[in-house]
């Protein structure tokens, strides 16, 4: 999740961190107005971190678990391969998108 996550934010044009004043940490010197870009933290991180962290997590994995159970997955009529190309922008794109048709895999009770 954390990758995909990185590779598709939802907003590519994330304003990126910087340090207020020099510091040192474990040895390292941080200098003032550094900047830190390189990693896309939805739910923030440390002692600020979102509470429902692992709560939103669990219910993403369970979705995707209940999606992958139910449903028996195919490619439309006509397609015989997935287009894996991305589009050029400022976020990983695909130049065309995704369909796949669910069927039921379970039966009705």
């Not at 010197?29 to 600020?48: D, H, L, Q, V, W």
């Not at 678990?65 to 976020?91: I, N």
Request: aromatic share 8%; hydrophobic share 35%; charged share 20%.
């Amino acid at each position: 999740m954390k990758e995909t996550l990185r590779l598709h934010p939802p907003a590519p044009l994330l304003v990126p961190r910087e340090s207020i004043e020099a510091c040192e940490i474990n040895g390292y010197m941080i200098p003032a107005k550094a900047r830190s870009n390189y990693e896309y933290t939805p739910f923030g991180s440390g002692r600020r971190m979102c509470p429902g962290y692992n709560y939103g997590l669990a219910s993403m994995e369970l979705t995707l678990a209940q999606l992958l159970h139910s449903f028996d997955w195919s490619l439309p009529d006509g397609m015989d391969h997935v287009d894996m190309s991305e589009a050029p922008g400022l976020g990983v794109r695909r130049k065309t998108p995704l369909l796949l048709r669910a069927t039921p895999a379970l039966p009705r009770n």
